[in-house]
């Protein structure tokens, strides 16, 4: 059992409803232009925007305040290398295979194959592991059977609101985002030398789009679709 936290007094600006309007109305218009882009320009990007948007994501709640995550950030052309082939063979076998005609009917307006050039292209790559369970503070994970696991809760749930500020984060500093899901995704611990514990979520190239980069014509499901209201 640990013991109760200590409380403190939350600090908290409560905010004119002017103010409160106007930045909500700005952060809808500013996350409405979000496009998930899958042609990168082969253009550095300041690593300060990767480091604080993985330090945005960390602040995202989680069960039991676990934090069941780890960001890994790839710049290394090796290693993207690496992880494109990787991508691109288990894909090259969901698309020519794996997948269901449903699953394909489901994805084929938006014109994705197998070919992944966008992990070697874009600066960088953030691989975002959930941590199935931890290891209990003063064991040694490294070492076979001499670690403590701790139980995580709403891992999943966690990971997936902790990706969601950070691709928030990435927007909102100007930069272009792709959530990719190469399934399945073991090889991404293997590459990265990740522990036992760990499973690849999501794989989210990082950068600016290529000049001539094109997005399919989608849209968003009307709100009248997906807020429901009793009041
Ligand atoms: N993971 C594959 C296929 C794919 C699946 C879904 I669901 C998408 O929304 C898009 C693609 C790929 O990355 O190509």
């Known amino acids: 059992m640990s013991e109760r936290a200590e409380m403190i007094p939350l600090n908290f600006e409560r905010l004119p409803e002017a103010e409160q309007l106007e930045r909500s109305r700005t952060f809808l218009a500013r996350m409405r232009t979000r496009r998930t882009v899958r042609d990168f320009a082969q253009v550095p990007v300041p690593f300060e925007l990767i480091e604080n948007a993985i330090a945005t994501a960390c602040t995202a709640p989680s069960g039991a305040n676990q934090q069941p995550w780890t960001f890994a950030v790839v710049s290394n052309l090796e290693l993207k ?30 014109g994705t194959d197998w070919q ?6 874009a600066p960088y790559l953030i691989i975002v592991f959930q941590q199935a369970y931890g290891f209990a503070p003063g064991t040694n994970p490294g070492a076979d059977g001499d670690a403590a696991k701790v139980k995580h809760y709403y891992v999943a749930e966690s990971v997936g609101i902790a990706v969601g ?11 272009a985002t792709l959530t990719h899901t190469p399934s399945p995704m073991a090889f991404l611990r293997e590459i ?23 997005v399919p014509a989608i849209t968003k499901k009307p709100l009248s679709e997906t807020l429901i209201h009793w009041d």
Request: aromatic share 6%; charged share 25%.
């Open 81 to 110: 290398r690496r992880i494109r082939a990787a991508a691109e063979a288990e894909e090259r076998e969901n698309y020519a295979h794996r997948m269901s005609t449903e699953w394909r009917d489901a994805i084929s307006h938006l």
């Open 116 to 121: 992944k050039p966008h992990l070697e292209h």
């Open 165 to 175: 500020m950070l691709l928030a984060s990435l927007h909102q500093a100007g930069l």
């Open 192 to 214: 990265l030398q990740r522990p036992a514990n760990e499973r690849a979520y999501v794989v989210i190239p990082v950068g600016y789009p290529a000049a001539d980069a094109q």
